[in-house]
T-cell receptor, first 112, second 111 residues
Framework: NAGVTQTPKFQVLKTGQSMTLQCAQD?????MYWYRQDPGMGLRLIYY???????DKGEVPNGYNVSRLNKREFSLRLESAAPSQTSVYFC???????????FGEGSWLTVV | RKEVEQDPGPFNVPEGATVAFNCTYS??????FFWYRQDCRKEPKLLMS???SGNEDGRFTAQLNRASQYISLLIRDSKLSDSATYLC????????????FGDGTTLTVKP
């Protein structure tokens, strides 16, 4: 059982470039999330999708867009990368908003 | 004030010690509570859910105090492998789908 799979695992971008982080879950979960975690800091929610067809902003949405492509997939797009977006990005899912959250292994993004 | 607050530590304890972490939350509508463990450069993983009656899983005991709005995690007989960052997570139905994570407490267990 793969759980939550996100790609790529590592990426280096130049300032101004765009990229999409892909995430898929095979647990038939309704809710999906994108978090970022900066060194020595906690997880901050970027966007979440409570169910297929809906997306909502989290704590730090600026500079990002998301797409809930279907129940399985939730992608995160950086339209014009900035050095401040250098971080580790975690995709996660849960059956509902109150249930246990399961995380992907993380995507290490560096913007130079 | 943060919605969920944890003592960042670090907690440095010898093997075999008992250590306790607390986590306070400000949203009185919070309904679900969890402890996660995060190893360096890894994703957070569920350690245990926290129930109103308190719950125990081996050497780990979690408790919830709704009146004072805090949850706790007790680790008995610490092992070297317990070294990690422990995150508390609070969920409220009013923020459908939005979990609030504490910044984590770092534990180092030394021989």
């Amino acid at each position: 059982n793969a759980g939550v799979t996100q790609t790529p695992k590592f990426q280096v971008l130049k300032t101004g470039q765009s990229m999409t982080l892909q995430c898929a879950q095979d647990m038939n979960h309704n809710s999906m999330y994108w978090y970022r975690q900066d060194p020595g800091m906690g997880l901050r929610l970027i966007y979440y999708s409570a169910s297929e067809g809906t997306t909502d902003k989290g704590e730090v949405p600026n500079g990002y867009n998301v797409s809930r492509l279907n129940k399985r997939e939730f992608s995160l797009r950086l339209e014009s990368a900035a050095p401040s977006q250098t971080s580790v990005y975690f995709c996660a899912s849960s059956e509902s908003g109150l249930d246990t959250i399961y995380f992907g292994e993380g995507s290490w993004l560096t913007v130079v | 004030r943060k919605e969920v607050e944890q003592d960042p530590g670090p907690f440095n304890v010898p093997e075999g010690a008992t250590v306790a972490f607390n986590c306070t939350y400000s949203n009185s509508a919070s309904q679900s509570f969890f402890w996660y463990r995060q190893d360096c450069r890894k994703e957070p993983k569920l350690l245990m859910s926290v129930y109103s009656s308190g719950n125990e899983d081996g050497r780990f005991t979690a408790q919830l105090n709704r009146a004072s709005q805090y949850i706790s995690l007790l680790i008995r007989d610490s092992k070297l492998s317990d070294s990690a960052t422990y995150l508390c997570v609070v969920k409220a139905n009013t923020n459908a789908g939005k979990s609030t994570f504490g910044d984590g407490t770092t534990l180092t267990v030394k021989p």
